[in-house]
């Protein structure tokens, strides 16, 4: 028992114990019988057929449930285990620090990019922007129909 459940008083255990998803992780599972099955006004079995159908279904179902659950949810639980135990010490021991070590080693290179994209392309880019700063462009509505020489 872990012990944040030891340090429980036993009706909070009991109410932990009982309400299996308590972040609502499988609301999108209907298997209870009104559901799933449901008859229409305009066809309706006779009343002994839809009881025995309901106690089949909802007997049917708890036990083929009870039955995989026990043979099953061990395994899968022992292999889900295994794989999130794999997952978190893949991510603590592997990537969180690899990834750190990149975001080291690029810190460096992207000051060493800064600095020759100050020292080279910054000044052309600002004396290509001074000669473009100049260039003035009007449109005349009244002017001839004349064919441009330089089309833009």
Avoid at 29 to 36: E, L, N, T
Avoid at 45 to 63: D, G, K, M, Q, Y
Avoid at 121 to 126: K, N
């Amino acid at each position: 028992m872990s012990p944040s459940r030891m340090d429980k008083p036993d009706n909070e255990l009991r109410e932990t114990l009982e309400d299996r998803d308590p972040n609502k992780l499988n609301q999108h599972i209907q298997i209870v019988w009104d559901d799933i099955i449901g008859e229409p006004d305009g066809a309706r079995s006779p009343e002994c057929a839809w009881r025995l159908s309901h106690i089949c279904f909802r007997h049917t179902r708890n036990v083929c449930y009870t039955l995989l659950a026990v043979v099953a949810a061990p395994p899968c639980a022992f292999i889900l285990g295994c794989g999130f135990a794999c997952l978190a010490f893949e991510q603590i021991w592997c990537t969180t620090p690899c990834l750190r070590c990149v975001k080291i080693y690029f810190a460096t290179l992207r000051t060493l990019v800064q600095s020759c994209m100050a020292a080279t392309v910054a000044p052309v880019m600002e004396a290509i922007g001074h000669i473009f700063r100049h260039i003035r462009v009007n449109v005349r509505r009244d002017a001839p129909e004349e064919r441009d020489l330089l089309i833009v």
